[in-house]
């Protein structure tokens, strides 16, 4: 062989040889994916979004729905917290908390506590089937159903004529005093049985160890269920407290079917107030600017809930 061939020959052989760089390729998957996921984000967008932003909007504007809106800014804002009709509708909203939520997850935690304990029992399941009625009744057929038993002639007074307590007896839902507790408790009533079985179904996945070693240690129930059940469910009990908060601030159908926001003013809410405002009055700005501002109080509840829930449970 050549001199020649031979030196360009261990010339290329002293070069470093690199691999070819690999083009990144984008998985098939997440194009298949965004497909199939594309219908439900233009229904998302079309339905949340879209009316999310025209509300958004139309709180700028004095806008009566059909003639000239001028703009008005931050007016009707202002008129959200400075009217003492629109603001109390959200101290209503606030109120209910206490019996949307409070009452039920309680009551739940307790509920579920008795139910477990009897888990081979048929009255468990009877007891699981009659709270999970409320979540299957609609919330007109329960409002009508209740503004029958809490009326003057209702069963709740007869029972209470019964017993001898005529001095209590009285229009529950049309008195000034207890119009607003009593819809709180037909709130309670519908949402007690949903937070009952999410409890239960998270003391499902309770290790039984715990319980025996506690047993051993002699802890008694009260003390099993303040050191073990409790402490196991903040996920589950971040999850009623939720549901139950935006249940409150967003109620409308028991309350328009139970009292309509009387007597007065005492039952109005927000959402019932919008939709007076909006379609009553005609004042869909103002009625626009209190639908924001109850969006913002959900998220302000909610969003400290869910961080608590998630910085406990990790």
């Keep these: ?152 002639t209702g069963l709740i007074n007869q029972l209470l004529s019964m017993i001898g307590l005529d001095g209590v007896t009285r229009a529950w839902l049309g008195d000034f005093a207890t119009a607003l507790p009593a819809v709180g408790v037909i709130g309670a009533w519908v949402l007690l049985g949903l937070c009952t079985l999410l409890l239960l179904a998270g003391m499902s996945r309770i290790d039984p160890a715990l319980y025996e070693a506690a047993r051993i240690d002699g802890a008694g129930p009260f003390r099993e269920f303040f050191s073990i059940t409790v402490p196991s469910l903040r996920q589950e009990i971040g999850v009623c407290v939720t549901v139950t908060v935006i249940a409150a601030l967003a109620s409308f159908d028991i309350v328009y079917i139970a009292t309509q926001g009387g007597p007065g003013n005492t039952t109005m809410v927000p959402g019932l107030e919008i939709y007076y405002r909006a379609f009553v009055e005609r004042q869909v700005g103002v009625a626009s600017a209190l639908a924001v501002v109850l969006m913002v109080l959900v998220l302000v509840c909610v969003l400290p809930i869910q961080r608590l829930t998630r910085e406990e449970s990790s």
């Design 1 to 152: 062989m050549p001199q020649s061939t031979l030196t360009a020959t261990a010339g290329l052989s002293q070069q470093p040889v690199t691999a070819p760089k690999a083009r990144r390729r984008r998985p098939a998957g997440s194009a298949l994916a965004w497909l199939f996921a594309a219908p439900a984000v233009v229904v998302y967008a079309v339905f949340v979004l879209l009316p999310m932003g025209r509300t958004i909007q139309y709180s700028l504007y004095q806008w009566d729905g059909i003639g000239a809106s001028p703009w008005v800014g931050l007016d009707n804002y202002a008129k959200v917290f400075t009217d003492p009709e629109l603001f109390d509708t959200i101290l209503n909203a606030i109120k209910l908390i206490v019996y949307f939520s409070g009452i039920p997850v309680v009551l739940g935690l307790a509920i579920a506590a008795t139910i477990r304990r009897i888990a081979t029992s048929r009255l468990a399941v009877v007891a699981r089937t009659v709270l999970f009625i409320p979540q299957v009744i609609p919330l007109v057929a329960a409002g009508i159903a209740w503004s029958w038993l809490l009326s003057s």
